[in-house]
């Protein structure tokens, strides 16, 4: 009986581990552009991680993995903007229940709380998450010169999309 | 009852385990990937040596420089040199991320000149961390102005040439440091005494202030420099320079006071008439533009 109950113990908590799911290669999208000028930057190097057994969700990037067009806006966003020799990495860490994600989101050092409408979807044994959201710049300590302030939206608008393949271990 | 605890025990020892492979740990485990460092320099052009940097691919880039007269002779009657300008103007490509093509004409001696940049090495971190950047810079001069020894010089005698290779490492966010070994080369020299090839050391470096602005300077060491038939003391002396860098947006302003005022590289380097220690000091700036031209 004892035995029964270890290897119960020692079966489930493989299944449990068991149920993570992981990308290396999320696609992150985000754009805080204005009428006045395209700022449109991508990444294909952002990593995703979901647990089905807890509904923990989390997605972290690279902000140096951001490509925009132009070199220039790549190196000001860096340097001036998100300081990435600083804080080298933007974070979600959070929960996926009925259609949402909440949870921290850390940009620039700074975390808030958000919740937002997300989709994740099983897709051939691999779970697909999607989500658009926006987020206002200030709120992560953003600092927009007044010289370019009409230039850049206060606003940044974050897509990501995952497929996360199931860990084997 | 003992074994009872010790099931218990493991049991636990299990669940913790579990407990401890969080999903969140997943994403720190990203094996690091390779970053190259960015932004060690704001320019392509220190002061009036080169940095490692290249414009991106497809950027076009403008730079308009000045030298003033001397800021101290008779500072207020000639307006601290201002009234006295020496220019120069370059307009240069990035082909890649890498390579970077360019021309420039200055007004001392009327020289044009041609420059190639390439950047060899680049600095980065993450799996495989590489401590700094080498860029390797060549120019050609070529001086447009009459000679006045009644000799009719070809082209081959009008030519020098500056070839640098750029180490630089940008040691945080905002101290970055070049040393640069370079030689100029000169087709023609004034006697048979004085060398045609001359070797120089330039040290120079940044510091950030804050994002846009930072101070720079920088100082060449000459290993030979006996240009001048008969002369009987050194006649040039190793240029330096201090500045400021400011960056708004597209433009890179750099002010400086130097004691250089010619713009080529192989006349500022190596052919340098003015010391500091002298007081012949010049005002002078570079502004640069870039221009993205393709998408």
Redesign the interface.
Known sequence: M?KL??TA??IS?NF??AQ?Y?T?EARLDFDAGSPLEDIEAFTE?G?A???AN?G?I???V?M??FQF????M???F???YV?S??FPKA?F?GLYSEGNVSGGLTIHGVTKEIKVPARLNQENGNFVLVTSFDITLADYDVKIPS??ANKISKKASIQVHATLKK?SK | MRRLLYIFSLSLSVLSATAQDDVFDLLDEESESTQYTYATFKGTKLLNGQTNETPGQGVLQYIISHRFGSFTDEYLYNFFGLDNAHIRMQLDYGFSDRLNMGIGRSSVLKTSDAFIKYRALRQKTGANPFPFSLTLYSALNYRGARYTDGIDHNTSDRLSYHHQAVFARKFDERLSLILAPSVVHWNLVPGPEDPNDTYHLLIGGRYKLNKRIALTGEYAFSSNRRYGSGATEEQFHNPLSIGVDIETGGHVFQFHLSNTRAMSDPLWMAQNPYSAADGSLFLGFNISRVFTVTQ
Request: aromatic fraction near 2%.
């Open positions: 004892k109950l270890l113990l020692l908590s449990l581990s993570q992981l290396r190097s990593s991680v979901y647990d807890t923990k989390g997605v972290q690279l140096t993995s067009k132009r070199a220039l790549q190196e000001h860096n340097e001036n300081e020799e600083k974070s860490k010289a370019v860990i």
